[in-house]
Every structure is written in structure tokens, then in C-alpha cells.
């Protein structure tokens, strides 16, 4: 059974920067999953933030093109976000995910993924 577990959510002002981290566990082998980062607002449906599939290659949802970047550190089993210039619009509940469906066009489809952390809020003031 996979576990996913985030942390680095936090409260930061406009402009600025955070990094989520989601360490997993229960992987027989990490290179055959896709991971990626989800968020959900009060009131909105759960998005795609940011994924990156088992070949290393990556997707972001438009609003975070340049600004947020997703890496991994398969040594360690740990999925990062890189998240900078924030802005009030990215407050929601941030979650780690992981499928071993992968398909690079899916890759930002939240019904695709089946293990899910717990969630980390980050809160963005203006």
C-alpha cells in the first residue's frame, strides 16, 4: 500500500515562495508511478497542478507555467513543489498523489490517481 505524506505548507504574503515536499512509501518500485501535485480552494473542484510521469517529463496547469516547478528525488522517494511568486489565488489545500496509470495526456486528471496524501494548506495574503 502506497502512503503519501506532505509537509511545507505554510502562510506567506504575496510574491513570495514555498516548497512542498510529499515522501512516499510502500512503493515496490518508484520509477513505475506518475506523481503529482493537486490543489483544492473552498468551494472548487480538486486541479492539476503539476505532474511529472515515469519517463521524468512534466505537465503544469497554465495558471503555474513559470512560476511553480515539480521535481523528484527518487533516491529518497520524495516528491517536491517548488512554488514561487505566489499569489492570493493559490490558496487551497495542496495534495500529493501517485498512479501507476501512467499516461502523459492524463497527467493533470486527478480521477486518474489513486494513492492521495493528506494535504497541506498554503495560504497566500495580499
Known amino acids: 500500500q502506497v502512503q503519501l505524506v506532505e509537509s511545507g505548507g505554510g502562510s506567506v504574503q504575496a510574491g513570495g515562495s514555498l516548497r512542498l515536499s510529499c515522501t512516499a512509501s510502500g512503493y515496490t518500485s518508484s520509477s513505475r508511478y506518475c506523481m503529482g501535485w493537486f490543489r483544492q480552494a473552498p468551494g472548487k473542484e480538486r486541479e492539476g497542478v503539476a505532474a511529472?510521469?515515469?519517463?521524468?517529463?512534466?505537465r503544469y496547469t497554465d495558471s503555474v507555467k513559470g512560476r511553480f516547478t515539480i521535481s523528484q528525488d527518487n533516491a529518497e522517494n520524495t516528491l517536491y513543489l517548488q512554488m514561487t511568486s505566489l499569489k492570493p489565488e493559490d490558496t487551497a489545500i495542496y495534495y500529493c498523489?501517485?498512479?501507476?496509470?501512467?499516461?502523459?495526456?492524463?497527467?493533470?486528471?486527478?480521477?486518474?490517481?489513486?494513492?492521495w496524501g493528506q494535504g497541506t494548506q498554503v495560504t497566500i495574503s495580499s
Open positions: 498523489a501517485a498512479t501507476a496509470r501512467c499516461l502523459y495526456y492524463w497527467l493533470l486528471a486527478p480521477t486518474r490517481y489513486t494513492y
Open positions: 511529472i510521469d515515469n519517463n521524468g517529463s512534466t
